[in-house]
């Protein structure tokens, strides 16, 4: 079994990397395919991985994938072979000056007819069809075929609603693994960019090359998620004819499974180009509710606190109510309560994942503010992502419907906002 294991991924490999597209629009990128100079032959087969800020060991894959298993109990990482340097170039100590938000949400008047077309069954359609390729592990045949689905889903919407005659367009950011990560430009009046993201792959941990990986919530729920959010957005005629004070990209990221790769080679490239990203927002899982719901306790939204810029996610507790809660002294969180609801139906909850635990790490890293949300306090998120049980029957899509609330009313709001 160990040989056919390790053919298989061999196999995948070669034959995902032979087949990804060619290059459309494409920034420039790494892969580990090709090793950083100065390295010993037996690094070569292994991967740097950074599990806090400045630790760091050299791995196997396996010994990756059993990371991740262990992930419950908060070894995330980021795999840092090819990206070692992001966020110490003097671009990224630019990027650290703060950035200041607005105090409270002000375009109601537009954002609520506008989130009055989101669509339950849209969603439910697309994650039906993104859930049916075998696995969307990034180095395998069907990660670049789904890939190449979503890129035809998305750039459909945007020739729909008329954006691509004024600049809005799709590209693929290629990566040596095969998957290509992909990203939505929607022009503004200024060069300052808003990035809504949310990661494509799956992964299964027993066998990636070999299991399937429907990938349901981890993350095809925050994937179909952000691409409702910008269908809706797209109806605005001031979004579409670039009136908007600020460029909005969003995001689908490849190889997140993998310890963020495709996240950190586009923040990476970003970083040495000296693009000003504002704001960027993590949709990963957004589906997910029975745990806290057996728990006895109200659905609500979970806003992470730890290795995520402050001030941006304050503005994130902004957009989903207008009142902020008192100081909780129970070191168990209760969800916020407020007077107000504003751009949700449900309350926050804020909570903690660890480091490197999604794809926001990739942009806070690099010096650019980044927030995550996620489907509940992270105690009771999904216990079925990474095996072949993450499917659409244990998600919930009113609640995907408030995540898709809350990323319209934030990229509306912020596509709009003045920044200095």
Same mark, same amino acid.
């Given at each position: 079994?160990?040989?056919?294991?390790? !053919?298989?991924?061999?196999?995948?490999?070669?034959?995902?990397?032979?087949?990804?597209?060619?290059?459309?629009?494409?920034? &420039? $990128? @790494?892969?580990?395919?090709?090793?950083?100079?100065?390295?010993?032959?037996?690094? $070569?087969?292994?991967?740097?991985? /950074?599990?806090?800020?400045?630790?760091?060991?050299?791995?196997?894959?396996? /010994?990756?994938?059993?990371?991740?298993?262990?992930?419950?109990?908060?070894?995330?990482?980021?795999?840092?072979?090819?990206?070692?340097?992001? +966020?110490?170039?003097?671009?990224?100590?630019?990027?650290?000056?703060?950035? %200041?938000?607005?105090?409270?949400?002000?375009?109601?008047?537009d954002v609520f007819p506008l989130a009055k077309n989101l669509s339950k069954s849209n969603m439910h359609e697309n994650l039906e069809r993104l859930t049916s390729f075998y696995t969307r592990y990034y180095k395998s045949p069907s990660g670049v075929?789904?890939?190449?689905?979503?890129?035809?889903?998305? @750039?459909?919407?945007?020739?729909?609603?008329?954006?691509?005659?004024?600049?809005?367009?799709?590209?693929?950011?290629?990566?040596?693994?095969?998957?290509?990560?992909?990203?939505?430009?929607? #022009?503004?009046? *200024?060069?300052? %960019?808003?990035?809504?993201?949310?990661?494509?792959?799956?992964?299964?941990?027993?066998?990636?090359?070999?299991?399937?990986?429907?990938?349901?919530?981890?993350?095809?729920?925050?994937?179909?998620?952000?691409?409702?959010?910008?269908?809706?957005?797209?109806?605005?005629?001031?979004?579409?004819?670039?009136?908007?004070? @600020?460029?909005?990209?969003?995001?689908?990221?490849?190889?997140?499974? +993998?310890?963020?790769?495709?996240?950190?080679?586009?923040?990476?490239?970003?970083?040495?180009?000296?693009?000003?990203?504002?704001?960027?927002?993590? $949709?990963?899982?957004?589906?997910?509710? $029975?745990?806290?719901?057996?728990?006895?306790?109200?659905?609500?939204? +979970?806003?992470?606190?730890?290795?995520?810029?402050?001030?941006?996610?304050?503005?994130?507790?902004?957009?989903?109510? %207008?009142?902020? &809660?008192? #100081?909780?002294?129970?070191?168990?969180?209760? #969800?916020?309560?407020?007077?107000?609801?504003?751009?949700?139906?449900?309350?926050?909850?804020? %909570?903690?994942?660890?480091?490197?635990?999604?794809?926001?790490? *990739?942009?806070?890293?690099?010096?650019? #503010?980044?927030?995550?949300?996620?489907? *509940?306090?992270?105690?009771?998120?999904?216990?079925?992502?990474?095996?072949?049980?993450?499917?659409?029957?244990? !998600? *919930?899509?009113?609640?995907?419907?408030?995540?898709?609330?809350?990323?319209?009313?934030?990229?509306?709001?912020?596509?709009?906002?003045?920044?200095?």
């Amino acid at each position: 079994m160990k040989v056919l294991y390790t !053919l298989l991924i061999l196999t995948g490999s070669w034959i995902a990397f032979a087949s990804s597209p060619p290059a459309a629009d494409a920034l &420039p $990128q @790494n892969g580990h395919e090709q090793a950083p100079l100065g390295l010993t032959p037996e690094e $070569q087969d292994r991967y740097l991985i /950074e599990l806090q800020p400045g630790e760091t060991r050299w791995v196997t894959e396996e /010994e990756k994938w059993a990371l991740k298993r262990a992930s419950r109990a908060g070894l995330n990482f980021m795999d840092i072979t090819d990206t070692p340097h992001l +966020g110490r170039t003097m671009h990224a100590l630019a990027a650290r000056k703060p950035v %200041t938000y607005p105090p409270q949400a002000r375009l109601q008047d537009d954002v609520f007819p506008l989130a009055k077309n989101l669509s339950k069954s849209n969603m439910h359609e697309n994650l039906e069809r993104l859930t049916s390729f075998y696995t969307r592990y990034y180095k395998s045949p069907s990660g670049v075929q789904s890939a190449e689905w979503l890129l035809g889903r998305i @750039n459909a919407s945007i020739f729909e609603s008329g954006a691509a005659a004024t600049g809005s367009h799709i590209r693929r950011f290629e990566h040596a693994w095969g998957q290509p990560s992909l990203i939505v430009t929607i #022009p503004g009046k *200024s060069n300052k %960019t808003v990035v809504i993201g949310a990661h494509q792959d799956s992964i299964n941990l027993f066998l990636p090359a070999l299991l399937a990986a429907p990938g349901a919530d981890d993350d095809g729920s925050g994937t179909v998620t952000i691409i409702e959010a910008l269908r809706v957005l797209l109806r605005s005629d001031k979004i579409r004819k670039g009136e908007a004070e @600020n460029t909005v990209e969003f995001h689908w990221y490849s190889a997140e499974e +993998g310890g963020l790769l495709g996240s950190q080679a586009i923040f990476s490239a970003y970083e040495q180009a000296g693009r000003e990203v504002v704001a960027m927002l993590q $949709q990963d899982m957004t589906g997910y509710v $029975q745990k806290t719901l057996d728990a006895g306790l109200q659905e609500s939204v +979970g806003v992470i606190e730890d290795f995520v810029d402050l001030a941006l996610t304050d503005f994130v507790k902004t957009i989903i109510t %207008t009142v902020s &809660p008192d #100081p909780d002294p129970d070191p168990d969180p209760d #969800p916020a309560t407020a007077a107000e609801l504003l751009y949700c139906d449900i309350p926050y909850v804020t %909570t903690r994942c660890g480091y490197g635990c999604s794809d926001h790490a *990739s942009a806070y890293k690099a010096g650019y #503010p980044s927030a995550f949300v996620i489907e *509940s306090d992270f105690r009771f998120s999904d216990d079925h992502i990474h095996t072949t049980d993450d499917v659409l029957a244990y !998600l *919930s899509f009113d609640h995907m419907l408030q995540h898709a609330k809350l990323t319209l009313g934030l990229v509306y709001e912020l596509a709009f906002a003045h920044f200095e």
